[in-house]
């Protein structure tokens, strides 16, 4: 019969070459599977997968402006957006276009997933820190990164600006847990440093640290002191933010960050959260979700009746205030909790597994290596083995450069356009043309919901008088349609209100008439 505590508890965590080296051993498989998933998408990926378009663009503003503070973003929505974004990651890549040479595109392909295998290790030593257990942090951490659903967010073209702010959140959480846990006061000015970086690159990892910081002063020191460290780390990071949080309230007002914190569900909405919550898998493996909402539900009541009170506290915090994808390291730290702690304990007892030893390697580490790589390896390929497009596909093809190259130079400098598929992140930057409805970056405008409705409604129709009618519909006209010809049903190209002005074997591009009458 194996030790009930078949964690290592690790040694105090003391820094020297001898112990770094053998650290590899807990921290080498996150990482080795993470390289390997990013080196596959690098080699099938000539472009960046999924968004990142929006994001180029705005590093374009920003190089327009001399790295001065950009007002607005044109060519998204009628009357662009105001440039409210947190500004730490597209001035880095500016930055990195105006010294090194390197194009907007190339930069979104490559950076996302080096600051992700980065992450890696603040990722171990905060799960560390929390599971006092090096093999139950090395199986949390690579559990983890094998998740498609959240590497996607990461290394594709989505992770232009998130990988910075998983980055600097779980190095800020790795340096406060031990502020509360052992009242190591000198972390908290750095984890507050942290907090200030993460607010300047993630809106909602900027909340996501928060939620966690005040999960650790509940979990590990609820005393007036334990306050007053949660508030100095606060009150760093709100220093650090301070200078561009004024730079945009002066040109924009505060309520363009009060009207983007009730976009897409709003923050602290338990019924949106509550949703995520159910139907969001954490984490899936390709087709086979492991749903670990029961888990979550079993390991919260059993670390309350161990008064262990940080873990249900950080699984209530980031699911029911912010909800969705942020709630996946509180998640795989829970399911760590439960495999180690009482699954396999139980297993055990009743003679269903081998023991597990302290010293042994774990198997289970190696099955879920093995899994990761297979099916990460797959899933950062593009490939889908159950058919049909996966998050990381490559939105943009020869024939869309082809055709955003023709809008560029054969179409009017004011000109106009619709576009019912998610490429259209890319299409303003790429064309230097306008779109007129745009989901991405309409939540720091009024209108949001109407952008999203629309853009929703087009991706449903297969006519171009549907598409320019749905548009209108919400209060939207153009004066082109760039439209996938695989989207278009077989009447599409014989409608005469319609002119097709260019298309290729994947893009049509059709002429709104002035005067069509236009089919809802």
Known sequence: MTDKNIFVTPKPLVVNRRRTVAELRWVGPPLVVTAVVYAVYLFTHDFPAVGGGFYAAIMEQILRADFGLPARLPEYTPGGIPFAYPPLGYYVGAAAQATLGVSAAEYIRLVPGVLTLVSVVPTYYAFREILESQRGSRFATTLLFVSPMFFNGKISGMGTIRSWGYLFAITGLFLALPVFKRRVTRRWILAGVMFGLTVLSHPKFGLFMGVSVFAAWLGYDRSGRGFAAGAGIAGIGALVASPWAGMVIANHGIDVFLRTSGSWGGLLNPLYATYYVFTYSYPELGSFPVRLLLPQVIVGYYCLRTERYFLPGWLAGTGLVIGGRWMYPAAVVAATVFVYELLLPALDDGGLVPSVTVDGDDPIVVGVLVVGLLVGGVWAAGVNPAGGDTPMRQLVSDDDRAAMEWVATETPPNATFLLPHESGTWFPYMSDRAMIVSPWGSEWIRDHQAHVDAFAAMSGCSTPACI???????????????VYRSR?????????????????????????????????
């Not at 320019?468 to 760039?482: K, L, Q, R, S, V």
Request: overall charge negative; cysteine-free; proline content about 2%.
């Open 468 to 482: 320019a009618g749905a548009a209108a519909d919400h209060g939207f006209t153009a004066d082109y349609i760039y």
């Open 488 to 520: 278009l049903d077989d009447t599409a190209l014989e409608d005469t209100d319609f002119r097709v002005a260019y298309e290729n074997s994947r893009v049509v591009v059709f002429e709104v008439p002035d005067d069509s009458q236009i089919d809802s």
